[in-house]
């Protein structure tokens, strides 16, 4: 079973961590948020989407400029894979397309799975985060 499944246990847990982690990260001196990598570094800068502001809320941790690019690497007992496709998943959740995050939480509702209107762009995300709040939502009174 996926690490981040395991750990988080619903998806509507998972998408806490990205609100929680995005907010974190834009606050941070050394990190800007990039929607369109899942982390490089430039001139002592972070960049990350989404999906690296989440897998740092969930593991508790800063990736510095050293670790930002090989960060599927850097966790001791965690499969590369898992965070590969943890943030292949929120990726796509990010461009309205939760169907792989339910996917990966075993979440079956073509209902809940369907295309959703939001788009998070390293420019506009703390305005589409509302959308993404209300499907939250959803998911939880769905019990997921």
């Known amino acids: ?14 998408i806490q961590a990205m609100f929680d982690g995005l907010h974190a990260q834009d606050d941070r001196p050394g990190f800007e948020i990039q929607m369109t990598t899942f982390g490089y570094e430039a001139a002592g800068i972070c960049y990350g989407c989404a999906a690296t502001c ?6 508790g941790i800063n990736f510095t400029p050293e670790e930002v690019e090989r960060h599927t690497n850097i966790f001791k007992g965690i499969e590369s894979d898992d965070v590969a ?50 499907y939250r939502d959803r998911l939880i009174a769905a019990g997921h």
Not at 3 to 12: E, H
């Open 85 to 134: 496709t943890f943030e292949g998943a929120l990726d796509k959740l990010r461009k309205g397309e939760p169907y792989k995050l339910l996917e990966l939480f075993s979440v079956c509702s073509s209902g809940l799975a369907s295309r959703q209107d939001w788009y998070l762009t390293s420019r506009d995300w703390k305005e589409a985060l509302p959308k993404v709040e209300a």
């Open 54 to 59: 989440t897998v740092q809320q969930v593991m």
């Open 1 to 14: 079973m996926n690490y981040f499944v395991k750990t988080l246990g619903k998806p509507s847990t998972a």
